[in-house]
């Protein structure tokens, strides 16, 4: 028996791949009442050995209509809509430090997570980013208008979420032993139902 092609196919089972469409991946989908539940359960997923890219945000309004021409009024309407753009997570902490100007722009302007479902927030802030890297900006006056600029633009979402009913946080699962660790962890910081679907894994992915 070829043990190598039985974990290759069980593994194709679980993700969905099939020979007749897209691979499809899970996701685990939380929705948070607070920005405080949101970080920790960021948290505790963090030192569950979830990495960043396997944590999602929904973009903020102006992306969305941007890419999509349309912004939903709810996040229910969002929550399992693949191509509703989105962006990884920003600290609080990072916006304050050097690495939050060098590593934090860019990831809310360039967001890639496992499944390719990402869509790119913009060149704007990729820009900025750039630029203050050549000046050195987070050593000097420029770092902390930066930074300030970067803790506007990780709120602004945040606040647009939470008056759509919530702020939504996808997971990237791997398996079933992680799906129900991160079902296990959102449900401790929302009252609302931990959800679980499958979305097409685009060439990003």
Same mark, same amino acid.
């Given at each position: 028996?070829?043990?190598?092609?039985?974990?290759?196919?069980?593994?194709? $089972?679980?993700?969905?791949?099939?020979? *007749?469409?897209?691979?499809?991946?899970?996701?685990? /989908?939380?929705?948070?009442?607070?920005?405080?539940?949101?970080?920790?359960?960021?948290?505790?997923?963090?030192?569950?050995?979830?990495?960043?890219?396997?944590? %999602?945000?929904?973009?903020?309004?102006?992306?969305?209509?941007?890419? *999509?021409?349309?912004?939903?009024?709810? /996040?229910? &309407?969002?929550?399992?809509?693949?191509? /509703?753009? !989105?962006? %990884?997570?920003? %600290?609080?902490?990072?916006?304050?430090?050097?690495?939050?100007?060098?590593?934090?722009?860019? $990831?809310?302007? #360039?967001?890639?997570?496992?499944? #390719?479902? /990402?869509?790119?927030?913009?060149?704007?802030? +990729?820009?900025?980013?750039?630029?203050? $890297?050549?000046?050195?900006?987070?050593? #000097? #006056? +420029?770092?902390?208008?930066?930074?300030?600029?970067?803790?506007?633009? !990780?709120?602004?979402?945040? %606040?647009?979420?939470?008056?759509?009913?919530?702020?939504?946080?996808?997971?990237?699962?791997?398996?079933?032993?992680? &799906?129900?660790?991160? !079902?296990?962890?959102?449900?401790?910081? *929302?009252?609302?139902? =931990?959800? =679980?679907?499958? =979305?097409?894994?685009?060439?990003?992915?």
């Amino acid at each position: 028996m070829d043990t190598n092609s039985d974990t290759q196919a069980n593994s194709a $089972a679980w993700t969905g791949a099939d020979t *007749t469409g897209p691979a499809m991946v899970r996701e685990a /989908v939380g929705v948070f009442d607070t920005r405080e539940a949101l970080q920790n359960a960021i948290d505790e997923l963090s030192l569950a050995g979830f990495e960043r890219h396997e944590l %999602s945000l929904m973009a903020n309004d102006e992306t969305i209509r941007r890419e *999509t021409g349309d912004v939903p009024d709810t /996040v229910e &309407e969002a929550k399992h809509d693949p191509a /509703v753009p !989105r962006q %990884s997570y920003v %600290s609080p902490e990072e916006t304050g430090n050097a690495q939050g100007v060098a590593i934090g722009i860019p $990831a809310y302007v #360039g967001a890639v997570i496992a499944t #390719g479902a /990402v869509l790119a927030t913009g060149g704007t802030a +990729l820009a900025a980013a750039a630029a203050a $890297a050549a000046a050195g900006a987070a050593g #000097g #006056g +420029l770092g902390g208008i930066l930074s300030g600029w970067l803790g506007d633009k !990780r709120n602004e979402p945040l %606040s647009q979420h939470l008056e759509k009913g919530g702020i939504l946080l996808w997971v990237n699962l791997r398996n079933d032993e992680r &799906e129900r660790v991160a !079902r296990d962890i959102l449900a401790r910081h *929302t009252n609302l139902p =931990v959800d =679980v679907h499958e =979305v097409p894994q685009t060439a990003a992915g």
